[in-house]
């Protein structure tokens, strides 16, 4: 297991500045190494102000767009075209700007759709999806996650993985349809914590003072199960990016 790494920013806005500078170099180096880059997108406020500052980056367009590999590491479970919905909010933040390939682009289902409202259905096919679409690079069913990104809610959440739920405690499927999640919706589709430990480098990035106590409690060796962050670690790095308020309860010294 990585240990993480650990970078503060002055601010949420430069924070969000410089992880997307980090996250055009990442995928253009992927790019240099593999030919293609993919990466696994977040939904949340912090994780889609990182792709809206991608989007103004003058270095935006190093980035063989054609060549990025898109899959996302939970949806809220709502109908196609939701504003709420992660893949509505990214497309609005940056992959309706940039020209990706949309045969690379692979969005988590939408209730309503050819699964209707089962969501463990759509799950289930999402990871089918990852199971078949590209090459892995363990013996976990998923492709090869350059970055994934990640957020952190309050009380330790990532993606869409709640603590002492059995959805944090999976350990067998890659994708799990999640139900009576406490942040709405209610209904979700989430990787899980061995899907996300199959990337190579996982990110997360928060701030403010209320993801303070999560945040220390991760990185001083809280269990998954009470805080899902801490299981949240890649096989090549693990990257923590604060904000100063959020690292406010973070032992000196990282
Ligand atoms: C979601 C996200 C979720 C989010 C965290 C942090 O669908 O809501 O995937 O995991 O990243 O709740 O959200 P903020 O960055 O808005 O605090």
Not at 12 to 23: I, Q, S
Not at 60 to 86: C, H, I, K, T
Request: a negative charge; glycine letters at 8%; one cysteine or more.
């Amino acid at each position: 297991m990585t240990r993480p790494d650990v970078v503060v920013h002055a601010s949420g806005e430069l924070l969000a500045a410089a992880a997307a500078a980090r996250l055009i170099t990442k995928l253009v180096d992927a790019q240099a190494a593999h030919g293609v880059a993919s990466v696994v997108l977040t939904g949340g406020r912090t994780g889609i102000g990182v792709l809206e500052q991608v989007r103004r980056s003058p270095a935006r367009d190093a980035v063989d767009w054609s060549a990025v590999d898109v899959y996302w590491g939970d949806e809220r479970f709502l109908p196609d075209g939701d504003p709420e919905r992660n893949e509505t909010q990214a497309r609005q933040a940056l992959l309706d700007h940039v020209p990706v390939d949309p045969d690379r682009v692979h969005p988590m289902a939408p209730s309503g759709g050819k699964f209707g409202a089962d969501a463990d259905a759509a799950a289930a096919h999402y990871a089918e999806v990852l199971a078949t679409t590209a090459a892995r690079a363990t013996d976990i069913a998923v492709p090869r996650f350059d970055v994934l990104l990640l957020g952190v809610g309050e009380e330790g959440h990532t993606a869409s993985l709640f603590p002492d739920t059995p959805y944090v405690r999976e350990t067998e499927r890659t994708v799990v349809g999640v139900h009576d999640c406490p942040k709405p919706p209610p209904t979700r589709i989430s990787l899980t914590l061995p899907a996300i430990q199959a990337a190579s480098e996982v990110w997360l990035m928060t701030t403010g003072a209320a993801k303070a106590e999560p945040v220390a409690a991760a990185l001083g060796g809280a269990k998954p199960v009470d805080i899902p962050a801490a299981g949240a670690h890649g096989r090549d790095r693990t990257l923590w990016l604060l904000d100063r308020t959020a690292a406010s309860a973070v032992p000196t010294g990282g």
